[in-house]
């Protein structure tokens, strides 16, 4: 099983609530993959999953929304957690990409990989820092988003 959880963080330095400035109002989705089940999304540690939120299938995609709103000098806060099947045999890879939404600027990204501590990574793509079965890769804004690590398993 592979559990993903993905924070995204929305910020207001307006100043002043006088048009165009003032609260930042937007409707968003995650497009996950089909096999995805959806395990919560919290807005600011709460919980919108069956609330505010919508789960419906577009383009062959689990499809996530919900509506946030950043009042001016203030920042949202977003997780989403999910999950789905995955089975680490003998040898596995597992590969993601995670697609910027256009024209969203991004400054920073950070993916972390858990793994169990009978495998060890033996082909990665692109370089990561591993420490305690974690692997994190830290991305600039305009690098492509592609992580790909193949596993052997440790004789027991």
Known sequence: RVDRTR??????NATSNVWPKGAYKAYVRWYLPKEAFLDDLT????SVFGQ????????DRLVIATAIEVNTQSSVVAELKY???FDLAKQAAYV?????QSGKILNQYQATLSHPQSFRPSKITPQGNFANSQATFVFGPEETRIVGIEFNSIAP
């Open 7 to 12: 924070t995204t963080t929305w910020i207001n």
């Open 83 to 85: 999950h789905f099947s």
């Open 96 to 100: 993601f990409t995670d697609q910027n």
């Open 43 to 46: 807005v600011n540690g709460v």
């Open 52 to 59: 505010s939120s919508r789960v419906y299938f577009e383009h």
